[in-house]
């Protein structure tokens, strides 16, 4: 079945380490998001990317880089400079740019702090 | 700018009973409205969507009317079922904003059997 996939489930982060979270998709989609989830909060921005080798910040991109090298792939790299990096990430996608096209969301990636 | 604003939760409900969950957005123009669902540990998955003024979005029994006149898209559901229990997204996307969703905060339901 096509979906998105993200990897790990769950991932420990030590202090001053950079972490890369995987998002991969089997949709043939153009667009790629990744979100960040916070407890009973709402999900925010981080970055996007509408097509291959280009991507755009976000709401909260501070502490955050991504690439986009491939069309079925967008992986999210948290740095240090992300000092409170504990939340719930969310990778998804668009079939095309069609404002009324929804996203398809992966199962997540909760990261913590050692 | 566009946002949205959702009822306060968390809900609880008894089996079988009527749900509302409030929505309300500012946006100029016509957006699309989705509204999504979230299980305990997933991610998020679309119920229903509605892209113009009266169009009514449904799905596993949820419904939900775009109201322009209201700026509103609530959600409701005749006799909610303990798997029901979630937290649920409402969601709006513009024409001009290129591929992005704004979301309001989410609301937690609890379905009591």
């Known amino acids: 079945d096509g979906g998105i996939t993200q990897s790990p489930k769950y991932l420990f982060r030590k202090e001053g380490q950079n972490v890369t979270l995987s998002c991969e998709q089997n949709l043939n989609h153009d667009a790629m998001y990744w979100y960040r989830q916070d407890p009973g909060q709402g999900l925010r921005l981080i970055y996007y990317s509408q097509i291959v080798n280009d991507f755009q910040k976000g709401d909260i991109a501070e502490g955050y880089s991504v690439s986009r090298e491939k069309k079925e792939s967008f992986p999210l790299t948290v740095t240090s400079a992300q000092k409170n990096p504990t939340a719930f990430y969310l990778c998804?996608?668009?079939?095309?740019?069609?404002?009324?096209?929804?996203?398809?969301f992966g199962d997540g990636t909760r990261l913590s702090i050692l | 700018g566009n946002s949205v604003t959702q009822m306060e939760g968390p809900v609880t409900l008894s089996e079988e009973a009527f749900l509302t969950i409030n929505c309300t957005y500012t946006a100029t123009g016509y957006p699309s409205l989705f509204w999504y669902v979230q299980y305990p540990g997933e991610g998020l998955q679309l119920l229903l969507k509605a892209t113009k003024a009266d169009d009514k979005g449904s799905n596993k029994g949820f419904e939900a009317t775009y109201r322009k006149e209201t700026t509103s898209f609530h959600l409701e559901k005749g006799s909610v079922q303990v798997s029901d229990s979630a937290v649920y997204f409402c969601?709006?996307?513009?024409?001009?904003?290129?591929?992005?969703?704004?979301f309001g905060e989410g609301t937690q339901l609890t379905v009591n059997p």
């Open positions: 998804a996608s668009s079939g095309d740019r069609a404002f009324n096209q929804p996203q398809h």
């Open positions: 969601a709006l996307r513009k024409e001009t904003s290129g591929s992005r969703l704004t």
